[in-house]
């Protein structure tokens, strides 16, 4: 976890923490080499608060939705002490960590100032900071007052950054900010070595497992069953549990089974500068377990009300007066035939023959002449599954998944109220779903689920036609493709989810339209008049956060290095993004086609410039028709 960050101050060296200041030692690297520590650079951050504060929602599980957010901090973007251990390392070399972590709070509780703060923020706390005396306490009171905040805002993150001297004294330090109003968390528990005994020590309210435990659970025996016991543990002492680092919906599975009271993680958001309270529909169908909607909200409304009468296959039903060697011969007349529903004279349904359990009973010994003259519905199943004909398709397969497999093999009844209307079977199931997929996917990109191709043409064409002005926008991500090659898919994936959770957050959802057309390509359509606003800040965020994707030796490079085909070596510098922009309206265009067509051209003229780039073209009626 990223390390330090906390109270306030306008001034960092102000007397309380003059005293803190050590003089710069030098220091001997592996290398034997002496340097010197990066004074000037670490005073010159401290100076301008040249600081980046980031903010990672938790999740509450039972509830779907956005709890709290943690508070992280990165150093200047594109330098050497961006990343935060790079960034406190070098303070601490400096004899300035305690400076650095207060200033640090300072940027992040002037973010958070600006929101409605109905969400609490965590924020990470070293013990070293903790223990400062009653001076810097009540300094930092005074300065989270100034920016408008109480201590009930805030839950403290107590990292195990430091060795813990006495443990009688952290506690009472942590006692008295408790009495403040604030809440305690432990972070990271099980990473270090003294975790369960600061949490036996000090009774916090939240427990951060650590993203060690979490990874990979769903395939690991002794991680399951560490964090089992870790539950159990909260549960009794009532405290609150946060499964930390989850990024899959596999782990997501098991830490839900396991109630887990919140979780944190790449599945449910990146560290991002601004706070986010909107869940993916992904995200949403994942924690609601009874809620499992395998499509996006985009597909057309025949898709979601297609219902079970569609597979229906009338086959004729066996009554109770048949024979179990009658019904024998029928199968081995019908080698089509799965099963048979026994029906009584009204129509309503009794049971299902298998076809493999007849053939199967009647090839032991004598159970032919002992059985088969008795009523077929001796062994007839009595369980089997019945369905309405108006059920949805998409009810039916959530069913059958959660239901015995032999339904896939043996089919389904088909019903109108009591009556019965035909068979189903899993073959034409499948059929369905997999249409209905084929079919979705014209109407939501599949990784984002963010509308495709058809609601992006459709919603323009709508505009036209009520001759609404907008601004269409194509954003295509720079440099991607060396990326891709240089980290793999799953990665490249992580940034395109990314930048479309990006999009959709910025956008004002009520006029604003958020399309994927596939790969690193976007569309943003704008009814908003503040469009240029917040493409600006887009591509600001963009820049800021970009780097966090790359690995530190590439952060420190400002990029990564290549080789093509031939051997030759290229450098290309951090992903950005080029938004073409175009003023639309029905005078200046017929369809979609001819807007798609004046997008392209202008995201070609965005990309001439280097980096993060907004180019607008700015068509009037006769250029159009010219």
């Known amino acids: 976890m990223p390390t330090m960050i906390g109270m306030g101050l306008s001034q960092i060296f102000h007397p309380p923490f003059a005293q803190l200041n050590q003089e710069a030692v030098k220091t001997v690297d592996t290398a034997g080499m002496i340097y010197a520590p990066p004074q000037l650079e670490v005073e010159a951050i401290l100076a301008q608060r040249n600081l980046l504060p980031l903010f990672q929602p938790i999740v509450d599980?039972?509830?779907?939705?956005?709890?709290?957010?943690e508070a992280l901090i990165r150093g200047p973007v594109e330098s050497r002490l961006h990343s935060p251990i790079a960034l406190f390392n070098a303070a601490s070399l400096c004899g300035l960590n305690i400076e650095m972590e207060y200033a640090a709070r300072e940027v992040i509780f002037t973010e958070y100032s600006r929101t409605d703060r109905s969400h609490p923020l965590f924020v990470n706390f070293s013990p070293d900071c903790l223990l400062l005396n009653e001076g810097h306490l009540s300094f930092g009171l005074t300065q989270l007052e100034k920016c408008?905040?109480?201590?009930?805002?805030?839950?403290?993150?107590?990292?195990?950054?430091?060795?813990?001297?006495?443990?009688?004294?952290?506690?009472?330090?942590?006692?008295?900010?408790?009495a403040l109003g604030f809440k305690i968390a432990l972070d990271d528990l099980g990473e270090g070595t003294s975790s369960l005994r600061l949490w036996s020590e000090l009774s916090?309210?939240?427990v951060k497992i650590d993203k060690h435990f979490i990874a990979n659970i769903h395939n690991d025996p002794m991680k399951l069953e560490f964090v089992r016991g870790i539950q159990k543990i909260a549960v009794e002492s009532n405290t609150l549990t946060i499964a930390e680092g989850i990024e899959?919906?596999?782990?997501?599975?098991?830490?839900?089974?396991?109630?887990i009271d919140f979780a944190q993680g790449y599945l449910f958001g990146r560290p991002f500068p601004k706070f986010q309270y909107a869940l993916t529909e992904e995200v949403h169908n994942l924690l609601n377990k009874n809620i499992v909607r395998l499509f996006a909200d985009q597909q057309s409304h025949a898709s979601k009300q297609a219902t079970v009468v569609g597979l229906t296959s009338y086959q004729p039903a066996a009554f109770p007066e048949m024979s179990n060697e009658e019904v024998y011969n029928w199968f081995?007349?019908?080698?089509?035939?799965?099963?048979i529903p026994v029906i009584n004279q009204q129509g309503i349904p009794l049971g299902l023959i298998s076809r493999y359990d007849t053939i199967d009973r009647f090839a032991r010994r004598y159970q032919k002449e002992l059985h088969g003259k008795k009523s077929c519905t001796t062994f007839m199943d009595t369980h089997c599954l019945m369905v309405q004909k108006d059920m949805t398709i998409l009810a039916l397969s959530e069913l059958i998944l959660a239901a015995d497999p032999k339904y896939l093999l043996n089919g389904f009844m088909i019903v109108d109220g009591e009556r019965y209307v035909g068979m189903g079977s899993g073959h034409a199931l499948l059929r369905e779903v997999t249409n209905m997929q084929i079919h979705a996917a014209r109407y939501a990109n599949p990784l984002t689920l963010l509308p495709g191709n058809v609601p992006i043409n459709a919603h323009i064409d709508k505009l036209l036609e009520r001759r609404i002005p907008f601004v269409a926008c194509y954003c295509d991500l720079d440099h991607f493709k060396p990326f891709n090659d240089a980290y793999g898919y799953r990665r490249g994936d992580e940034v395109i989810q990314f930048v479309g959770r990006l999009l959709s957050s910025m956008v004002n959802n009520e006029h604003d339209f958020v399309g994927h057309i596939g790969g690193d390509d976007f569309v943003l359509i704008?009814?908003?008049?503040?469009?240029?606003?917040?493409?600006?800040?887009?591509?600001?965020?963009?820049?800021?956060?970009?780097?966090?994707?790359?690995?530190?030796?590439?952060?420190?490079?400002?990029?990564?290095?290549?080789?093509?085909r031939l051997g030759n070596e290229h450098f290309y510098p951090f992903g950005s993004l080029s938004i073409g922009a175009v003023r639309a309206c029905s005078d200046t265009f017929a369809s979609?086609?001819?807007?798609?067509?004046?997008?392209?051209?202008?995201?070609?003229?965005?990309?001439?410039?280097?980096?993060?780039?907004?180019?607008?073209?700015?068509?009037?009626?006769?250029?159009?028709s010219a």
């Open 61 to 69: 599980i039972k509830q779907a939705r956005v709890f709290s957010h």
């Open 526 to 564: 704008f009814q908003s008049d503040d469009w240029e606003t917040i493409c600006h800040d887009i591509l600001e965020t963009i820049a800021k956060v970009m780097p966090d994707f790359y690995d530190l030796k590439d952060v420190q490079l400002g990029g990564i290095r290549i080789e093509d």
């Open 332 to 339: 081995n007349s019908d080698i089509t035939l799965n099963s």
């Open 248 to 259: 899959t919906k596999e782990e997501l599975a098991v830490i839900k089974d396991l109630k």
């Open 592 to 624: 979609h086609h001819e807007v798609a067509g004046a997008m392209s051209n202008a995201k070609k003229q965005a990309k001439k410039t280097i980096g993060n780039s907004l180019f607008t073209e700015r068509r009037n009626k006769q250029s159009a």
């Open 148 to 178: 408008g905040l109480r201590a009930s805002d805030i839950v403290i993150e107590i990292t195990e950054s430091s060795t813990i001297r006495d443990y009688a004294e952290l506690r009472d330090a942590i006692l008295r900010f408790k």
């Open 204 to 206: 916090p309210e939240y």
